[in-house]
Nanobody, 127 residues
Framework: DVQLQASGGGSVQAGGSLRLSCKVSGLSFDLYVIGWFRQAPGKEREGVSYMSNGSPGYADSVKGRFTISVEDAKNTVYLQMNSLEPEDTAVYYC??????????????????????WGQGTLVTVSS
């Protein structure tokens, strides 16, 4: 059974930082893509970042501010979020799919491609 569990959300002021964690089980990082998504109230789910075969990908809105990383020993994928803005306020989800993005950089940010989803964790950024 593939399972993903996101944690680490909270409330911060603009300019602050948070680190989200996605604990996974039932999959291996060399065969699966792990992605981070977010959904703000009234908006569609948006791809934020992903890790595919050791290669990260980012949405333009978070490039230079967010960093995705993997810790194999802990079966955990992290999303370090710096310079947070009120626009980053959302419920954040991690997701997994077997495969790789290949040459399609943006594939990893498409929610419909993913098979497995964890529960969300709320991030609130105040101005």
């Amino acid at each position: 059974d593939v399972q993903l569990q996101a944690s680490g959300g909270g409330s911060v002021q603009a300019g602050g930082s948070l680190r989200l964690s996605c604990k996974v089980s039932g999959l291996s990082f060399d065969l699966y893509v792990i992605g981070w998504f977010r959904q703000a109230p009234g908006k569609e789910r948006e791809g934020v970042s992903y890790m595919s075969n050791g290669s990260p990908g980012y949405a333009d809105s978070v490039k230079g501010r967010f960093t995705i990383s993997v810790e194999d020993a802990k079966n955990t994928v992290y999303l370090q979020m710096n310079s947070l803005e009120p626009e980053d306020t959302a419920v954040y989800y991690c997701a997994g799919v077997r495969g790789s993005v290949g040459d399609d950089y943006h594939l990893g940010t498409r929610a419909r491609w993913y098979t497995y989803w964890g529960q969300g964790t709320l991030v609130t950024v105040s101005s």
